[in-house]
């Protein structure tokens, strides 16, 4: 996986202002020794760190997701769909259909052979991608847990 490229410190923090201008100055935000220069400091830090592969996994998953208890999708509920079949199958082959193509991608997903989507010709992060199958999230105090079970091959169908 290519490694998530950390903006310049104006491109960024212009990006962020956009949404919070009416809550405070652009300026004083990126001024030496404020908390907008603090935490793009820290980023940098991230990014530079050889052990870490991606700086924005960490925020993402942990103050983003498991913090705050939020969605993977804000706003949205998981849903699939399979294309019309040309015959009709029964709801147990329909299913089984489902559950064999659903563990055929776990298993390329674990084997690292699902290639990444490509948005306006740049690739987004795949990191998410060893939580999407065989993953829980476990309540805990203060911040949620997430426990990974690979290899574990079992589907519910509905």
């Not at 001024?31 to 940098?44: E, F, H, I, M, V």
């Not at 990191?127 to 805990?140: M, S």
Request: charge should be positive; charged fraction near 25%.
């Amino acid at each position: 996986m290519a490694k998530v490229p950390l903006p310049p410190l104006d491109v960024l923090m212009d990006a962020y202002l956009t949404g919070v201008k009416a809550l405070t100055d652009p300026e004083e935000f990126k001024k030496p020794g404020s908390k907008g220069r603090l935490l793009y400091d820290r980023a940098a830090a991230r990014y530079a760190d050889p052990e870490c592969e991606n700086w924005e996994h960490e925020l993402q998953l942990r103050r983003g997701f498991l913090d705050r208890r939020l969605l993977l999708v804000p706003c949205l509920s998981f849903w699939s769909s399979h294309p019309i079949s040309k015959r009709q199958h029964s709801q147990a082959e329909r299913a089984a259909l489902l559950a064999f193509t659903a563990n055929q991608f776990s298993l390329k997903l674990e084997a690292g052979l699902v290639k990444p989507v490509v948005l306006n010709g740049q690739e987004p992060t795949t990191a998410y991608h060893p939580y999407i199958c065989n993953t829980v999230r476990v309540p805990h105090v203060g911040s949620d847990k997430m426990e990974r079970y690979p290899g574990t091959g079992h589907f519910i169908v509905l």
